[in-house]
T-cell receptor, first 113, second 114 residues
Framework: GAGVSQSPSNKVTEKGKDVELRCDPI?????LYWYRQRLGQGLEFLIY????????KSGLPSDRFSAERTGESVSTLTIQRTQQEDSAVYLC???????????FGPGTRLLVL | AQSVSQHNHHVILSEAASLELGCNYS??????LFWYVQYPGQHLQLLLK??????LVKGIKGFEAEFIKSKFSFNLRKPSVQWSDTAEYFC????????????FGQGTELSVKP
């Protein structure tokens, strides 16, 4: 079946603008994770959704970052008033109920000018 | 805070050389351990994982890793690398019963010379 997809693949924006990134999970995957990878660094956890439970937002770096997911469907990550330090690759991963293996999407490369 | 450290930032090997990439984590409780690989232009994909049982785990493409609990380590090995193993390798840890969120090391870039 289809893997995790993300859109857009690339996004260039001006400092101060809002951006919205989208993740389409593998069908049936109840868990969805957002990560960020800044240049030369490892991935850092941002937020986690599991079904209809309250999300784990412990990794969000500031209140400019938010994410939504309805049930087991699409998720959107929104960054308000973007800053240059938000430039990174934003990765989405999903897993089934066992949460044993996360399947990653191709990422959205965000550049804030 | 929990962290994962990978010992080498960039490793350069010739084909047929043996590979060992170091990974250590800082957490005293139960963890699940992973190695992910990202080939040029491709998604991150799982190479192997350890949850419990035999501490020597085998993954795809001839890779293996050994969990040594006393050393908080999960080193990745391959006896003979190929040019096609050129990629970036990430070690990751999830804390038991914390929803599966992964804590990643900073990655090791492996270049294999033909």
């Amino acid at each position: 079946g289809a893997g995790v997809s993300q859109s857009p693949s690339n996004k260039v924006t001006e400092k101060g603008k809002d951006v919205e990134l989208r993740c389409d999970p593998i069908s049936g995957h109840t868990a969805l994770y957002w990560y960020r990878q800044r240049l030369g660094q490892g991935l850092e956890f941002l937020i986690y959704f599991q079904g209809n439970s309250a999300p784990d937002k412990s990794g969000l770096p500031s209140d400019r970052f938010s994410a939504e997911r309805t049930g087991e469907s699409v998720s959107t990550l929104t960054i308000q008033r973007t800053q240059q330090e938000d430039s990174a690759v934003y990765l989405c991963a999903t897993s089934d109920r066992t949460q044993e293996t996360q399947y990653f999407g191709p990422g959205t490369r965000l550049l804030v000018l | 805070a929990q962290s994962v450290s990978q010992h080498n930032h960039h490793v350069i090997l010739s084909e047929a050389a043996s590979l060992e990439l170091g990974c250590n984590y800082s957490y005293g409780g139960t963890v699940n351990l992973f190695w992910y690989v990202q080939y040029p232009g491709q998604h991150l994909q799982l190479l192997l994982k350890y949850f419990s049982g035999d501490p020597l785990v085998k993954g795809i493409k001839g890779f293996e890793a050994e969990f040594i609990k006393s050393k908080f380590s999960f080193n990745l090995r391959k006896p003979s690398v190929q040019w096609s193993d050129t990629a970036e390798y990430f070690c990751a840890v999830s804390i038991y019963n914390q929803g599966g969120k992964l804590i990643f090391g900073q990655g090791t870039e492996l270049s294999v010379k033909p």
